[in-house]
């Protein structure tokens, strides 16, 4: 803005401009005397004058321009003109600066919701992100990054990622994107506060982001990608050796019947009646493969009967006499009426069965085995029906427990193998409680005992 002196010498200059040939012109007038001096004298005043008006209004005009183009600029509404303008052109100027103002602030507000919505985008992706300066700095992070980093309530960029931009591969993998401006992977293992594998995928932002942000780092948790293929490949390995045992039993016997004891019948006797139990178990385990693979292809599908658990668990405790008599064990059952719906009657005969051959198996020679059925709630109050074995066997290691019902886990491989168990039956049960939406428990006490329990939705 101009100052007090300024503005006067500014007024006094375009006085002069507009007065300065009209008053020279007088004062020759006047010299040669073509002119009066008196009237010459009122002329040269009345010019003088009217410059000196014209020149204030005009700089006012142009004043008042300037300050509106002062607050367009600045973002703040503009001013109308307090006058009449001198020109008509002026008022066009003034009306196009408030256009101009308009359209600076409706892509001012465009920018803004844009802005909001890239970090909305950001914000809301599952995987997490976090965006670096030029001097690798998180300027921002996401909600999924915050939680992998443990700190979900913190607004900005958290400093733990320091230790994360840390590791090797990612600090190679962004030496790379930095100095070839290609994006870049890396594959990290992070030990906390939970081991992870993560893959890591650096991008450039070239030109930057609005922020600053020069690279962005991708996230992904393959954990549970990870442990499914090695789950994957562990059931391979571990079907083949399951099978492997006794097929190698058997090629061992037909060896033996082909030559050493081809002529003597009480050794081919003693064989057959042998490879006719490895032939069993080989049966044993494929049904039994073939059968978690079928509850495993439906687990996404619920039931869709009703069933009488307690009518079910009489059946299945009449079936058990045969082998409580070879392990010498009594089976007690005590049911109440309890219905399960959405249910599979097959499928749940299976999980009773299973526990119950568990129980007396791997409980104790002469031992004692309990079955209860009863309505039951879950925990979260939905009501259903509550199943539990409890044996007085020796009971599983706490170490053991949490593994139990995966794929031929066994505890003691040999004994189990002896007692021709395939190690399948506990993760049978578990897929089928999955599909039933219910829950299995295990508790065991060395020494104690064991109890399993499952609850089932129902009513
Ligand atoms: N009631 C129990 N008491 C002690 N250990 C148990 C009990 N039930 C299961 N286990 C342990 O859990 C392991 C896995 O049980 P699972 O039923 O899956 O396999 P399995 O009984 O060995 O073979 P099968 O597939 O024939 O049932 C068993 O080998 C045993 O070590
Ligand atoms: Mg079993």
Do not use: C
């Amino acid at each position: 803005m101009l100052g007090e002196r300024p503005r006067a010498a500014a007024w006094l200059r375009s006085s002069l401009i507009v007065a300065g040939l009209p008053a020279a012109t007088l004062l020759l007038l006047m010299a040669t005397g073509a002119v009066g001096t008196g009237a010459g004298f009122v002329a040269l005043l009345v010019t003088l004058a009217s410059a000196a008006t014209v020149a204030r209004l005009w700089l006012g005009n142009l004043g008042e321009l300037a300050s509106q183009i002062r607050a367009a600029a600045s973002g703040g509404a503009v001013p109308s003109l307090s006058v009449a303008p001198l020109l008509a052109s002026v008022q066009e100027v003034a009306d196009g600066v408030t256009r101009l103002a308009r359209s600076y602030e409706e892509r001012g507000a465009l920018v803004e919701r844009l802005r909001r919505a890239d970090a909305a985008i950001i914000e809301a992706l599952p995987d997490p992100l976090l965006v670096l300066s030029a001097e690798r700095v998180p300027l921002r992070a996401n909600r999924a990054a915050r939680e992998m980093l443990g700190r979900p309530q913190a607004a900005a960029a958290p400093a733990d990622a320091a230790a994360l931009l840390r590791h090797p591969a990612l600090a190679e993998a962004l030496d790379g994107a930095f100095t070839s401006g290609e994006p870049a992977a890396a594959n990290l293992v992070l030990p906390v506060p939970v081991m992870r594998e993560v893959a890591a995928q650096v991008i450039p932002m070239d030109p930057p982001l609005a922020d600053g942000g020069r690279m962005l780092v991708l996230l992904s948790d393959r954990t549970q990608e990870r442990a499914l293929e090695r789950m994957r490949a562990d059931f391979v390995a571990n079907a083949s050796h399951e099978l492997r045992t006794p097929l190698a039993s058997l090629i061992g016997f037909i060896e033996t019947l082909r030559g050493p004891a081809a002529d003597d019948p009480a050794a081919q006797q003693r064989f057959l009646q042998i490879m006719a139990e490895q032939s069993d178990r080989m049966r044993r385990l494929i049904d039994d493969l073939l059968g978690l693979s079928r509850i495993e292809l439906t687990e996404h599908q619920a039931p869709s009967g009703r069933v009488d658990v307690e009518t079910l668990a009489r059946a299945e405790t009449d079936a058990m006499a045969p082998i409580l008599a070879t392990r010498k064990a009594q089976l007690e059952l005590e049911a109440a009426p309890a219905i399960a719906e959405p249910a599979d009657a097959d499928q749940l005969g299976q999980v009773i069965r299973n526990l119950l051959e568990n129980a007396i198996r791997h409980g104790r020679e002469n031992g004692h085995v309990r079955l209860t059925v009863a309505p039951g709630t879950a925990p979260d109050g939905r009501p259903g029906v509550a199943v539990s074995v409890a044996d007085d066997g020796p009971g599983v290691a706490r170490e053991h427990i949490p593994r139990l019902t995966e794929r031929f886990y066994r505890v003691d491989k040999g004994r189990s193998r002896r007692a021709g168990g395939t190690g399948l039956g506990l993760a049978i049960v578990k897929h089928i409680v999955n599909r039933h939406r219910g829950t299995l428990t295990i508790e065991s006490e060395e020494g104690v005992g064991t109890t399993f329990r499952v609850w089932l939705p129902g009513g």
